[in-house]
C-alpha cells in the first residue's frame, strides 16, 4: 500500500490562489494514477483532478477546468494541485488518492489509497 499526506490547505479569499501537495511513500510502479479529490458535508466525495504517474497526462473536473492544475515530481515523489482564481464553492477538504490500473481517473472507487485530507476555505 501507498501512504499518502496531504499539506497547503488554509484559508483563502475569494479570487486567490493555494497550492496543495501531497507526499506519498511506499511509491512503487504498481500506482499508475494519482488524484485529487474534494468533500464537503452531505455530499459525496467528487474528483478534482487526476495524473497518470507514467506521462503525465491529466484529467480535470469541469468546474475547475482552466483554473486548477496538477502535476508532479516522481524524483521527490510528489504531487501538486496548483489551484487558481478560486471560488466560494471550492471550499471542501481535499483529498490525495492513488489507484493502480484505473480505467475512470475521476471515479472514487478505482483509488485504493487515500490521504487524511487537507481543508480549503474561499472567503469573500
Known amino acids: 500500500e501507498v501512504q499518502l499526506v496531504e499539506s497547503g490547505g488554509g484559508s483563502v479569499q475569494a479570487g486567490g490562489s493555494l497550492r496543495l501537495s501531497c507526499a506519498a511513500s511506499?511509491?512503487?510502479?504498481?500506482?499508475?494514477?494519482m488524484a485529487w479529490f474534494r468533500q464537503v458535508p452531505g455530499k459525496e466525495r467528487e474528483g478534482v483532478a487526476s495524473?497518470?504517474?507514467?506521462?503525465?497526462?491529466?484529467n480535470y473536473a469541469d468546474s475547475v477546468k482552466g483554473r486548477f492544475t496538477i502535476s508532479q515530481d516522481n524524483a521527490k515523489n510528489m504531487v501538486y494541485l496548483e489551484m487558481t482564481s478560486l471560488k466560494l464553492e471550492d471550499t471542501a477538504m481535499y483529498y490525495c488518492?492513488?489507484?493502480?490500473?484505473?480505467?475512470?481517473?475521476?471515479?472514487?472507487?478505482?483509488?485504493?489509497?487515500w490521504g487524511q485530507g487537507t481543508q480549503v476555505t474561499v472567503s469573500s
Open positions: 488518492a492513488a489507484g493502480r490500473y484505473v480505467a475512470d481517473h475521476l471515479a472514487r472507487h478505482e483509488y485504493n489509497a
Open positions: 511506499g511509491y512503487t510502479d504498481k500506482t499508475t494514477s
Open positions: 495524473i497518470y504517474t507514467r506521462d503525465g497526462s491529466t
